[in-house]
């Protein structure tokens, strides 16, 4: 079972905004910083976000993230064809000493 | 070019043992955090091991005593030695550096990048 919590899936249109959430504890979203990570079919797991809202180069701005507590989420903007993918995040988790991730959403653009 | 390449992966029977491989390019072993990161058919990411530029090694509860993280620094590999594998531990398993920064504002902040392509472990009799 996953430590932190996720909604299995979520679904847009073209151009529609779609919003994944990521909840947690205080031992790993509430006292670390999220990560989100794509992967899209067949491929291995890429950066996406980092340190709750950063994003790497070559990531579009239509990808945001945010942390609130010890609850995250990752908003994409104006959504596209090729963003159907599953999103994950992720923290380091202080009462385990272990990272720990959620277990997945599979977006699909409809 | 930073690049990650595991191999090692196969079919081994209950009880059996296997060592996956994770070659790096780029960078090195030695002065970062690397883990290894495994995601059963179908299933969602699951966390392993990490083992830090000073040695230190963590383990997930689910491998621990099982498996062991080491490096080879002169070939620049990771390395993951895996023994007493069950079922549940069939899955693509990736090897990734750990990047670390650290801000004033939030402290340190941690995450994988990048990963490797995989290499599928496969458990059955």
């Known amino acids: 079972q996953p430590v932190l919590t996720q909604p299995p899936s979520a679904s847009g249109t073209p151009g529609q905004r779609v919003s994944i959430s990521c909840s947690g504890s205080?031992?790993?979203?509430?006292?670390?910083?999220v990560t989100w990570y794509q992967q899209l079919p067949g491929t291995a797991p890429k950066l996406l976000i980092y340190?709750?809202?950063q994003r790497p180069s070559g990531v579009p701005d239509r990808f945001s993230g945010s942390k609130s507590g010890t609850s995250a989420s990752l908003a994409i903007s104006g959504l596209q064809p090729e963003d159907e993918a599953d999103y994950f995040c992720?923290?380091?988790?202080?009462?385990?000493?272990?990272?720990?991730f959620g277990g997945g959403t599979k977006l699909t653009v409809l | 070019e930073v690049q990650l390449v595991e191999s090692g992966g196969g079919l081994v029977q209950p009880g059996g043992s296997l060592r996956l491989s994770c070659a790096v390019s780029?960078?090195?072993?030695?002065?970062?955090?690397m883990n290894w990161v495994r995601q059963a058919p179908g299933k969602g990411l699951e966390w392993v091991s990490l083992?830090?530029?000073?040695?230190?090694?963590f383990y997930a509860d689910s491998v621990k005593g099982r498996f062991t993280i080491s490096r080879d620094n002169s070939s620049n590999t990771l390395f993951l030695q895996m023994h007493s594998l069950r079922p549940e531990d069939t899955a693509v398993y990736y090897c990734?550096?750990?990047?670390?920064?650290?801000?004033?504002?939030?402290?340190?902040?941690?995450?994988?990048?990048?990963w490797g392509q995989g290499t599928l472990v496969t458990v059955s009799s």
């Open positions: 992720a923290a380091w988790d202080d009462s385990v000493d272990s990272w720990v």
């Open positions: 340190s709750n809202h």
């Open positions: 205080g031992s790993n979203i509430g006292s670390n910083t």
């Open positions: 990734a550096r750990e990047v670390t920064s650290y801000h004033e504002a939030s402290g340190y902040s941690n995450w994988f990048d990048p």
């Open positions: 083992i830090y530029y000073d040695g230190d090694r």
């Open positions: 780029g960078f090195s072993v030695s002065t970062n955090y």
